[in-house]
Nanobody, 124 residues
C-alpha cells in the first residue's frame, strides 16, 4: 500500500505563489494517475487537477486553469502542484490522491489512496 505525504502549504498573500509536493512511499506509484483535490471548511471536497501515469496528460478545474500546474517526477515518486496568482478563494486543505486508473480522472471515487492534506491560506 502506498502512503502519500503532502507538504508545501502555508500562508500567502493574494497574488502570491506556493508549490505543493506529494511524496509517495511504500511502493512505486508511477503506474497510476495522481490528483490534487481541496476542501474548504463547510464545503465539499472538490477536484483541482490530475495527471496521468506518464505525465503526458493533465486536466484542471476551471477555477484554477491557467494559474495552477501539475507535474510529476516518477523517479522521485513525487507529484507537484505549482500554484500562482493565488486568490483568497483558493484557501483550503489540499489533498493528494492516487487513482486506480492510469488515465486522468476528476472523479474522487476513482482515487483510493489519500494523503492527510496540507493547509493553504491566502490572505486578501
Amino acid at each position: 500500500q502506498v502512503q502519500l505525504v503532502e507538504s508545501g502549504g502555508g500562508l500567502v498573500q493574494a497574488g502570491g505563489s506556493l508549490r505543493l509536493s506529494c511524496a509517495a512511499s511504500g511502493r512505486t506509484f508511477m503506474r497510476y494517475a495522481m490528483g490534487w483535490f481541496r476542501q474548504a471548511p463547510g464545503k465539499e471536497r472538490e477536484f483541482v487537477s490530475t495527471i496521468n501515469w506518464s505525465g503526458s496528460s493533465t486536466s484542471y478545474a476551471d477555477s484554477v486553469k491557467g494559474r495552477f500546474t501539475i507535474s510529476r517526477d516518477n523517479a522521485k515518486n513525487t507529484v507537484y502542484l505549482q500554484m500562482n496568482s493565488l486568490k483568497p478563494e483558493d484557501t483550503a486543505v489540499y489533498l493528494c490522491a492516487e487513482s486506480r486508473k492510469v488515465v486522468v480522472t476528476a472523479t474522487a471515487s476513482d482515487y483510493d489512496v489519500w494523503g492527510q492534506g496540507t493547509q493553504v491560506t491566502v490572505s486578501s
